[in-house]
């Protein structure tokens, strides 16, 4: 699947999610990278974090932005945390073996996943 169609096709399914609800590249392009395109765990979250900086960010954006759903003060002061947590979690990711690192990402998944089903 290492194809332009399926790339392309990964990058629209995960772009409309992410626009639609705000998820796309730890649910829907690391797993697909890992399973689908045979990438291993560290180099699928390189690559979506990567792909998903400048396209999704930037579009999804304005429209919210447009429709007056942005908090730019939060935004920009979770900006300045999501570079600092990057760097410090991208450090650190490099130091953990394969599959503890993919065990790590399955257990924060699978307990987001109970959160959201158990609550009203």
């Known amino acids: ?3 332009f169609l399926g790339s392309f096709s990964l ?6 999610l992410s626009g639609l ?3 796309g590249g730890g649910i829907i392009i690391v797993p697909a990278l890992v399973y689908f395109f045979g990438m291993d765990q560290k180099t699928a979250q390189g690559t979506s974090l990567a792909v998903l900086l400048p396209p999704t960010g930037l579009l999804a954006f304005m429209e919210y932005y447009w429709a007056g759903h942005v908090d730019v003060k939060v935004g920009a002061l979770i900006i300045v945390g999501l570079l600092l947590g990057g760097w410090f979690g991208g450090e650190f990711a490099q130091q953990l073996p394969q599959v503890t690192l993919r065990k790590l990402f399955a257990v ?3 307990i987001t996943a109970v959160k959201m089903w158990t609550e009203k």
């Open 1 to 3: 699947m290492k194809s």
């Open 11 to 16: 990058g629209v399914f995960a772009g409309v």
């Open 21 to 23: 609800v705000g998820i």
């Open 108 to 110: 924060l998944l699978s």
